[in-house]
């Protein structure tokens, strides 16, 4: 007998040994009840939560459309080959990947397996991934569409991305970004822009004291040039980007261990001291990279832009020179930027960007495309304004009037006016059950109080309306044209 057969046949013989000995305990399977949860780093958003998320989304896309953007969309999921090797090794590896359709196992040879080379096998059976941010598929889009395209092409998106990584407050695995990027200028008037763009959102939302962080990474480059660690640039600026977070002594073991020397380290020490207005640490990077040619011309650029927003000013935020920021991203080739919340609120940067001036290339265009790009993180945003209370004046969305249903003979005069109402743009509704008793009557009236509604009808006979104004406590009865007039005013 084949092993086939033999495994049914044992799986048979199983299943008649578990019956009999249900029949002879008369007893029933317990099936375990699974509570619904749903994947760590993700959330579930109420009514009022949605509504205050839109308010931020609305004031982000109400300013980058009065800057002159124009919106686009992109898959949620591109090709690996797409987004794989442009965010570093660290950024590789929090990309989501998405398994083959059908017997994704069936092409991977049986040592890759027996190997457990991870790795290897990932490329073969994954394809596709979900983006981790909007810049990298961006570019893939001008690379796509460059036929159709008016340059310079300023776009903004507002869509989630994705990123495994480990949740933690205002670090989710699923999270929207809200991106404006400009591409076909190398003008350094687009930096300037930005910064007001940054400032000019905040003012909106009432986030004051926000700080705008700004670096360039030809500046890093210079300073790896300087200290004699030009071919280990990637590490250097992974670990100097980690110093708020672990400190001087864990950025220095992190360079240790990738190889840069511990004279590189003492030459590059004063950066993490660094201090003064942004016209003393200006002063500073110029003396300290003056034998490097790429980083004076990073000084240079820094001081126009940063020359340019102090002679415009900011409204609420501040902008700063921090040599430390690098971002940890292999596509930044100019300005860099990162916003920190108000020192009062503890939360990680709350929007980030920089200039990628060959990003496109590595798509096979011909003709490098500049861009540069600014992100506004809405999730820390939020939980920002919760903190300050920013948004305790947000409205949920509700009706204007309610119609109360004590009385079915006239829910069909109630839906005719109703349609009326939606038709003059008044937010109308009707209590959907028939109220029978005293008890479901106050269950109607606590559902206006609940909601908060302006205006009740609270009887319809024939033509005449019996409008309630819950604000003053007016009572009036009138015609369907006055009560349109009452309450659209």
Same mark, same amino acid.
């Given at each position: 007998?084949?092993?086939?057969y033999?495994?049914?046949?044992?799986?048979?013989?199983?299943?008649t040994?578990?019956?009999? +000995?249900?029949?002879? #305990?008369?007893r029933?399977?317990k099936?375990?009840k699974?509570?619904?949860?749903?994947p760590?780093g993700?959330?579930d958003f109420?009514a009022?939560?949605?509504? /205050?998320?839109?308010y931020?989304?609305?004031?982000?896309?109400?300013?980058?459309?009065v800057?002159?953007?124009?919106?686009?969309?992109?898959? $949620?999921? @591109?090709?690996? $080959?797409?987004?794989?090797?442009?965010y570093?090794?660290?950024g590789?590896?929090l990309?989501?990947k998405?398994l083959n359709?059908?017997d994704?196992?069936?092409?991977?040879?049986?040592?890759?397996?027996q @190997?457990k080379n991870?790795?290897?096998?990932?490329?073969?059976?994954?394809?596709?991934?979900?983006?981790?941010?909007?810049?990298?598929?961006?570019?893939?889009?001008?690379?796509?569409? +460059?036929?159709?395209i008016t340059?310079?092409?300023?776009?903004?998106q507002?869509?989630?991305?994705? !990123?495994?990584?480990?949740p +933690?407050?205002?670090?989710? !695995?699923?999270?929207?970004?809200?991106d404006a990027?400009?591409?076909?200028?190398k003008s350094l008037?687009? @930096?300037?822009?930005?910064?007001?763009?940054?400032?000019a959102?905040?003012s909106?939302?009432?986030?004051?004291?926000t700080?705008?962080?700004i670096?360039n !990474?030809?500046?890093?480059?210079?300073?790896a040039?300087?200290?004699g660690?030009?071919?280990k640039l990637? #590490?250097?600026t992974?670990?100097?980007?980690k110093?708020?977070?672990?400190?001087?002594?864990g950025?220095v073991?992190e360079m240790?261990?990738k190889g840069? %020397?511990e004279?590189?380290?003492?030459?590059v020490?004063?950066?993490f001291?660094?201090?003064?207005?942004n016209?003393?640490?200006?002063?500073s990077l110029s003396?300290m990279?003056?034998?490097?040619?790429?980083?004076?011309?990073?000084v240079?650029e820094?001081?126009f832009v940063?020359?340019?927003v /102090?002679?415009?000013?900011?409204?609420?935020?501040?902008?700063?020179?921090?040599?430390?920021?690098?971002?940890g991203?292999?596509?930044?080739?100019g300005?860099i930027?990162?916003?920190?919340?108000?020192?009062?609120?503890?939360?990680? %940067?709350?929007?980030?960007?920089?200039?990628?001036d060959? *990003?496109?290339?590595?798509?096979?265009?011909?003709?490098?495309i %500049?861009g540069?790009?600014?992100?506004?993180?809405?999730d820390?945003?939020?939980?920002?304004?919760?903190?300050?209370?920013?948004?305790?004046?947000?409205?949920?969305p509700k009706p204007k009037?309610?119609?109360?249903?004590?009385?079915?003979a $006239?829910n069909?005069?109630? *839906?005719?006016?109703?349609?009326?109402?939606?038709?003059?743009?008044?937010?109308?509704?009707?209590?959907?059950d028939?109220?029978?008793?005293?008890?479901?009557?106050?269950?109607?009236?606590?559902?206006?109080s609940n909601?908060?509604?302006?205006?009740?009808?609270?009887k319809v006979?024939?033509?005449?309306?019996?409008?309630?104004?819950?604000?003053n406590?007016? +009572?009036i009865?009138?015609?369907?044209?006055?009560?349109i007039?009452?309450?659209?005013?």
């Open positions: 007998m084949s092993s086939r033999i495994l049914i046949a044992f799986g048979i013989l199983e299943q040994t578990n019956n009999r +000995q249900l029949k002879t #305990d008369n029933q399977p099936t375990k699974m509570k619904p949860s749903i760590k993700t959330r109420s009022t939560e949605v509504a /205050k998320r839109r931020i989304f609305n004031t982000i896309q109400e300013t980058f459309e800057y002159g953007f124009q919106p686009i969309e992109t898959p $949620s999921f @591109e090709n690996s $080959s797409t987004l794989m090797g442009k570093g090794d660290e590789d590896r990309i989501f998405i359709s059908g994704y196992l069936k092409k991977v040879e049986e040592q890759l397996l @190997e991870s790795l290897q096998i990932t490329s073969k059976i994954s394809e596709k991934a979900l983006r981790y941010d909007l810049t990298v598929p961006f570019a893939r889009y001008v690379v796509q569409h +460059q036929n159709d340059f310079p092409f300023k776009r903004y507002i869509q989630p991305v994705w !990123r495994a990584d480990r +933690q407050k205002g670090r989710f !695995r699923e999270f929207y970004q809200c990027d400009v591409v076909g200028s008037l687009q @930096e300037v822009e930005f910064v007001q763009l940054y400032d959102v905040f909106k939302l009432g986030l004051q004291r700080t705008i962080k670096n !990474r030809k500046i890093l480059s210079g300073i040039e300087v200290i660690a030009q071919d990637i #590490d250097f992974v670990a100097l980007d110093l708020d977070k672990i400190g001087e002594e950025v073991k240790l261990s840069i %020397s004279t590189a380290i003492q030459k020490n004063p950066l001291h660094f201090s003064g207005s016209e003393d640490k200006l002063a003396a990279l003056q034998t490097s040619e790429e980083g004076t011309k990073g240079e820094l001081r940063i020359e340019s /102090k002679t415009l000013g900011l409204t609420s935020a501040r902008l700063e020179v921090d040599v430390t920021l690098a971002r991203l292999n596509y930044y080739t300005a930027f990162e916003v920190a919340a108000p020192p009062e609120v503890k939360m990680g %940067s709350i929007g980030g960007g920089g200039r990628y060959d *990003l496109t290339g590595v798509f096979g265009l011909k003709d490098v %500049s540069v790009g600014i992100s506004f993180g809405l820390r945003i939020y939980l920002v304004m919760e903190e300050l209370g920013l948004l305790q004046s947000v409205a949920l009037v309610l119609f109360l249903n004590f009385d079915v $006239s069909i005069t109630a *839906l005719k006016a109703i349609k009326e109402l939606r038709k003059n743009g008044v937010k109308s509704e009707i209590y959907p028939t109220a029978t008793s005293n008890k479901q009557q106050k269950k109607q009236w606590k559902y206006v909601r908060e509604i302006e205006f009740v009808v609270s006979e024939g033509g005449v309306f019996t409008l309630k104004n819950m604000t406590g007016t +009572q009865t009138c015609s369907l044209a006055a009560l007039k009452n309450v659209a005013s």
